[in-house]
């Protein structure tokens, strides 16, 4: 019993001292870091935020728009992107806004950015946009899939190459942020192609920041937990079964950034009502951007960044089917609720039927 009482204890320290560090870091980073002046900190005039034109990526725009920035916006060219336009150059009559309507989720999009920005000296970039598709991976198109690979990652690096090339080759100080999240810490069945891109920007961020900071160029990525979204109004473009007759758009619009009719039907499916009762608002990423930029890496947003690594130990359980068929059994039971939360949607149950509607949700930033 003593020795194992030793075993025990040794390996409750050796945990507690791996723990404490990084709790240290996560409480310096949400209460230690008072908000900076980003314009003054990078010598900065523009910015550029993608996903600008809806939820966080407007919230972003927002905040650093009152920090005397000026910023282009590069956004889904659509309603959406034309009432926003009409609104924060409103909102904010003595900045310079530029406006960029391109589809991130095509190769093809970056001679409209580099053109709209070759004469701005761009120092901020927020890469932020991003949506999420739910829904078993086989069922959900292929080219959708990509859509939401493309846009949540492929994105991201192409803006980041150009502009950090331009930053390093005038000798310009600059800041790099990432929107991530906490799905990237466990596997996350019914959105995997999203969990996988927030892994990946996480470790593209954190990669990064070692390379240029020596060249006065920061990185910062953001693991949110949650934000209020809507993700009701494009339940109409989710299936690669639709009609012929039926518009699609190569991946889903715009979520507000309010808390609205996505949780309000979305029925059984509990977790999604949990996560309602504890999101938070998007000003709250861009918040932390100004609080964060040059003070730390990767950000943790919320407690559930906390508590998801600390679960990471049960991804051996795969191995064992005595427990992986209860995480497959709700998998499929939620799948099922969220098809039947999309025909309560669609309002027409027995052409769903027919079809065999299987994408769910989606939303973006």
Same mark, same amino acid.
């Given at each position: 019993?003593?020795?194992? =009482?030793? %075993?025990?204890?040794?390996?409750?320290?050796?945990?507690?001292? +791996?723990?404490? #560090?990084?709790?240290?870091?996560?409480?310096?980073?949400?209460?230690? !870091?008072?908000?900076?002046?980003?314009?003054?900190?990078? *010598?900065?005039?523009?910015?550029?935020?993608?996903?600008?034109?809806?939820?966080?990526?407007?919230?972003?725009?927002?905040?650093?728009?009152?920090?005397?920035?000026?910023?282009?916006?590069?956004?889904?060219?659509?309603?959406?992107?034309?009432?926003?336009?009409?609104? %924060?150059?409103?909102?904010?009559?003595?900045?310079?806004?530029?406006?960029?309507?391109? @589809?991130? =989720?095509?190769?093809?999009?970056?001679?409209?950015?580099?053109?709209?920005?070759?004469?701005?000296?761009?120092?901020?970039? !927020?890469?932020?946009?991003?949506? %999420?598709?739910?829904?078993?991976?086989?069922?959900?198109?292929?080219?959708?899939?990509? +859509?939401?690979?493309?846009?949540?990652? /492929?994105?991201?690096?192409?803006?980041?190459?150009?502009?950090?090339?331009?930053?390093?080759? *005038?000798?310009?100080?600059?800041?790099?942020?990432?929107?991530?999240?906490? +799905?990237?810490?466990? #596997?996350?069945? &019914?959105?995997?192609?999203?969990?996988?891109?927030?892994?990946?920007?996480?470790?593209?961020?954190? =990669?990064?920041?070692?390379?240029?900071?020596?060249?006065?160029?920061?990185?910062?990525?953001?693991?949110?937990?949650?934000?209020?979204?809507?993700?009701?109004?494009?339940?109409?473009?989710?299936?690669?079964?639709?009609?012929? *007759?039926?518009?699609?758009?190569?991946?889903?619009?715009? #979520? =507000?950034?309010?808390?609205?009719?996505?949780?309000?039907?979305?029925?059984? &499916?509990?977790?999604?009502?949990?996560?309602?009762?504890?999101?938070?608002?998007?000003?709250?990423?861009?918040?932390? %951007? /100004?609080?964060?930029?040059? $003070?730390?890496?990767?950000?943790?947003?919320?407690?559930?960044?906390?508590?998801?690594?600390? !679960?990471?130990?049960?991804?051996?359980?795969?191995? @064992?089917?005595?427990?992986?068929?209860?995480?497959?059994?709700?998998?499929?039971?939620?799948?099922?609720? !969220?098809?039947?939360?999309? $025909?309560?949607?669609?309002?027409?149950?027995?052409?769903?039927?027919?079809?065999?509607?299987?994408?769910?949700?989606?939303?973006?930033?």
């Amino acid at each position: 019993m003593a020795i194992l =009482s030793t %075993i025990y204890a040794v390996f409750f320290w050796v945990g507690f001292l +791996a723990v404490v #560090p990084y709790l240290a870091l996560v409480v310096y980073a949400a209460y230690g !870091c008072q908000e900076q002046d980003l314009k003054k900190k990078y *010598n900065a005039t523009w910015v550029l935020v993608t996903g600008g034109s809806s939820g966080i990526g407007a919230a972003i725009t927002r905040k650093l728009a009152s920090q005397g920035l000026n910023v282009v916006i590069v956004a889904l060219a659509d309603s959406v992107l034309e009432k926003f336009e009409t609104e %924060i150059t409103k909102e904010f009559p003595q900045r310079e806004f530029r406006f960029v309507g391109c @589809d991130l =989720s095509k190769p093809d999009f970056l001679p409209a950015v580099r053109d709209a920005t070759k004469d701005l000296g761009v120092s901020i970039v !927020c890469n932020n946009a991003g949506f %999420i598709s739910t829904g078993m991976f086989a069922d959900i198109g292929y080219e959708r899939n990509m +859509a939401n690979y493309h846009t949540n990652a /492929t994105a991201a690096v192409m803006i980041t190459h150009h502009f950090m090339n331009e930053m390093l080759n *005038n000798g310009r100080k600059g800041l790099f942020t990432f929107t991530s999240s906490s +799905a990237s810490f466990i #596997p996350s069945p &019914m959105s995997a192609i999203y969990a996988s891109t927030k892994i990946f920007l996480t470790t593209f961020a954190a =990669s990064l920041a070692a390379e240029v900071t020596e060249d006065g160029i920061d990185v910062l990525v953001i693991v949110s937990y949650l934000a209020r979204f809507r993700w009701v109004d494009d339940m109409q473009q989710t299936s690669r079964h639709s009609p012929s *007759n039926q518009t699609l758009l190569p991946y889903p619009q715009h #979520p =507000s950034p309010i808390n609205s009719n996505f949780y309000s039907n979305a029925g059984k &499916m509990s977790i999604l009502l949990f996560f309602q009762k504890v999101s938070s608002s998007p000003s709250v990423i861009a918040e932390t %951007i /100004t609080r964060n930029a040059g $003070r730390v890496v990767v950000s943790d947003q919320g407690g559930f960044p906390f508590l998801f690594p600390l !679960c990471e130990h049960y991804h051996h359980s795969r191995e @064992d089917p005595a427990l992986q068929a209860p995480r497959l059994e709700l998998s499929r039971r939620d799948h099922e609720d !969220c098809l039947a939360f999309q $025909r309560r949607l669609q309002g027409d149950e027995a052409e769903q039927d027919r079809l065999g509607e299987v994408d769910c949700a989606v939303a973006r930033y």
